[in-house]
């Protein structure tokens, strides 16, 4: 299972970066000032691409099968 936070500060939050979306898991999820746990069950390793709701500013996460096999 995948669990990440995304730790919004007073005054961060603006109407283009105030929620995430992860597609390949169809997830949507508006983002408050705090702490903002993110949770989804990949199938497979790999990169899972997430951005803003618009998609203008994007990241990624890194799945992989066990911790000791990143660099």
Same mark, same amino acid.
């Given at each position: 299972p995948v669990r990440f936070? @995304?730790?919004a500060s007073e005054g961060?939050?603006?109407s283009c970066n105030d929620?995430?979306?992860i597609p390949a898991?169809? @997830?949507q999820k508006p983002l408050t000032v705090g702490d903002n746990w993110i949770e989804f069950v990949p199938d497979q390793v790999g990169v899972v691409p997430f951005s803003c709701w618009m998609?203008? @500013?994007?990241?990624? @996460?890194?799945?992989?099968?066990s911790?000791?096999?990143?660099?």
């Open positions: 936070n @995304i730790k961060s939050l603006n929620a995430v979306q898991f169809n @997830i998609g203008m @500013i994007r990241s990624e @996460i890194l799945v992989v099968d911790l000791s096999n990143t660099k």
